[in-house]
């Protein structure tokens, strides 16, 4: 039983450490390394994103031209209505249950009822922050490692306690390698590397010379799909 607690105890330190690592590369580390991205790569990505708005402009007047696209239009908007207000109840459902697990927590975590004292002082500005943030999954992790283990708690309680906590450190765990994986932290250390800067820059100026030549094909499609509309 003694071993089984100390196990419990273990996981939840360890999982505590591992949220705390998710989020600084999610709040401060992915910020700063984009920062960095946009420093070097900002001003030709937003002379690139241009010129695809207008090759999708242009593209959008020849599907118009070119289809039927009144009947789309509508059944268009009717999926972009069905889709809004689902997001509402969504964004109700979560703020809801935030606040349902934040008002848990605060039972045994505020400094006027919790007794220890430690526990108030590790967690209750973390479990602020994740509730003033809306962030769920933050809330649903700091609950499961706080639930405090009662002297006289089980050993088949410990064991279930002790499932569910190495489950979510192999959960965040995977969480943090696969973040890792991704932009901007794939390309973290090439930032410093000049080579790969130059070659990053030369690859963006190519797609921008590509989409000009698109561009200019199809404004001509267009011109020309133009005048024969007018001319029928």
Same mark, same amino acid.
């Given at each position: ?66 289809? *039927?696209?009144?009947?789309? *239009? ?45 526990? %108030? ?19 649903? %992790? ?83 799909? *133009?005048?024969? *509309?007018?001319?029928?």
């Amino acid at each position: 039983m003694i071993s089984l607690r100390h196990r419990v105890a273990e996981l939840k330190v360890r999982l505590s450490l591992l949220l705390d690592t998710w989020y600084y590369m999610k709040e401060y580390a992915e910020p700063e390394i984009w920062n960095r991205y946009c420093i070097l790569f900002g001003d030709i990505e937003s002379r690139l994103a241009e010129k695809e708005t207008e090759l999708n402009r242009i593209e959008s007047q020849l599907d118009r031209l070119s289809t *039927s696209f009144k009947v789309d *239009s509508v059944v268009n908007d009717k999926i972009y209505s069905k889709s809004v207000k689902t997001l509402l109840i969504e964004e109700e459902e979560e703020e809801s249950k935030g606040s349902k697990i934040f008002k848990e927590l605060v039972k045994i975590l505020h400094p006027d009822v919790c007794k220890q004292k430690d526990l %108030t002082r590790n967690y209750w500005h973390l479990v602020k922050d994740a509730y003033d943030k809306n962030d769920i999954e933050r809330l649903i %992790t700091y609950k499961e490692i706080i639930k405090t283990t009662e002297s006289h708690t089980s050993g088949s309680s410990l064991e279930l306690q002790l499932k569910t906590l190495e489950k979510r450190v192999e959960e965040y765990q995977s969480k943090i390698e696969r973040l890792k994986q991704i932009e901007p932290f794939v390309f973290e250390s090439q930032l410093s590397d000049n080579r790969w800067v130059d070659n990053k820059r030369n690859r963006i100026l190519h797609q921008i010379l590509l989409t000009d030549i698109r561009i200019t094909q199809k404004q001509r499609m267009l011109d020309t799909l *133009s005048y024969k *509309s007018q001319v029928l």
